[in-house]
């Protein structure tokens, strides 16, 4: 019996070329947050802007994921449940958005817990099985290609990597 000792081809749900099921009209679809810079000068804001989800690859997903993270912290919504609740009865539509009340379900008392088992759980739909760490043994494989600038391929690997953290255990699985 003759054991291959050929590499295999690692996939990666993300790759270097940004691909993105979420068409023109989808993006155009936004919700616009004010965020107040310094409570002592109301002021002193700014505008964060959304699209809203509705379906898409993994990679949409995970950006939806990191724009919702960083409105609900500017916001300092992280532990209030109504609010986190009624961001995402905004920011979902379609197919997601009975996604998220199918695992919402009727529970009876509304707690960021819920609310943060409801989103695992459509990230276990939305994301390939195993994705961070296929992810992670891609960033540690892939090279530079020659038609991208070393500008262009830092900026998406740092992008890459900061979906790590929003995508399922096992991620130090080797």
């Not at 000792?5 to 919700?31: F, G, N, P, Q, Y």
């Not at 379900?105 to 960021?112: E, F, K, P, R």
């Not at 939305?126 to 020659?146: G, H, M, V």
Request: aromatic residues 8%.
């Amino acid at each position: 019996m003759e054991i291959s000792t050929k590499k295999m081809k690692l996939t990666s749900a993300i790759t270097l070329k940004v691909e993105t099921l979420v068409d023109d009209e989808d993006l155009k679809d936004r919700v616009s947050f004010n965020i107040v810079l310094d409570s002592a000068t109301p002021d002193d804001k700014i505008k964060l802007s959304i699209a809203k989800y509705g379906s898409g690859s993994a990679e949409d997903w995970l950006k939806f994921l990191s724009d919702v993270k960083k409105v609900s912290q500017a916001k300092q919504w992280e532990n209030k449940p109504q609010q986190l609740h009624a961001m995402y009865g905004l920011l979902l539509k379609g197919q997601a958005e009975a996604l998220y009340a199918r695992h919402i379900g009727t529970a009876s008392l509304l707690t960021v817990q819920v609310i943060s088992n409801a989103i695992v759980e459509m990230t276990r739909e939305y994301l390939p099985i195993d994705c961070a760490k296929n992810t992670a043994r891609y960033l540690q494989s892939i090279k530079k290609p020659y038609d991208m600038s070393i500008e262009s391929f830092y900026t998406r690997v740092k992008t890459i990597d900061s979906y790590l953290p929003l995508m399922l255990p096992p991620l130090n699985v080797n």
